[in-house]
């Protein structure tokens, strides 16, 4: 580990002649710490979100103030026959009818027993996707990431219908 000081990472970013953002300041601070020097024609950005696994709020659904309190279980995973468990924000593969294979995260689980899929900005891919025809590539994580090719490329991060999220590039 090696600490580095506002300073140093200010004569870093001047060295390298690159003007002061945050992704910049994180390139002179690696420059400042270990002497590694950026490539800069590399433009690829990886782009997350936090996500939240408990989203269970009983000060919302209190029963003496006329709340209605859900099951402490109701739709947390669905199982499919094979029994592979599916949660939301796995990452998973769904190949459908038309033979179209489809890559994301899932995002809302019903209980007959289908998923609706999205890709990590939170857009739909596709809705109803049966959990028996799901191939699941990663478990749910506290943070989604996505490779993009520019910054100015990637879209903003969907907000409501479940997704306020926290972004950082």
């Known amino acids: ?5 506002a300073e140093q990472v200010a004569a870093s970013r001047e060295k390298l002649n690159l003007v002061k953002t945050h992704t910049n300041d994180a390139l002179a601070a690696v420059h ?7 490539q800069l024609g590399d433009n690829r950005v990886f782009r997350g979100r936090y996500v939240r696994q408990k ?3 009983l000060h919302r659904a209190n029963p003496g103030k006329g709340g209605v309190r859900q099951p402490a ?3 947390r995973c669905l199982v499919n026959k094979a029994g592979l468990r599916i949660q939301k924000y796995d990452l998973i593969e769904y190949r459908n009818k038309a033979g179209k294979t489809i890559t994301g995260y899932v995002n809302t689980l019903f209980s007959r027993g289908a998923v609706r899929i999205a890709d990590p900005a939170g857009r739909e ?3 109803g996707a049966s959990v028996n025809k799901i191939k699941k590539f990663q478990d749910a994580d506290t943070l989604i990431f996505n490779m993009g090719g520019d910054l100015a490329a990637l879209p903003p991060t969907a907000q409501g219908r479940g997704f306020p999220r926290r972004e950082f590039l």
């Open 1 to 5: 580990i090696a600490f580095v000081t």
């Open 125 to 127: 891919l596709y809705n």
């Open 32 to 38: 400042a710490a270990y002497g590694i020097e950026p």
């Open 73 to 75: 279980n109701a739709n």
């Open 55 to 57: 989203n269970r709020q």
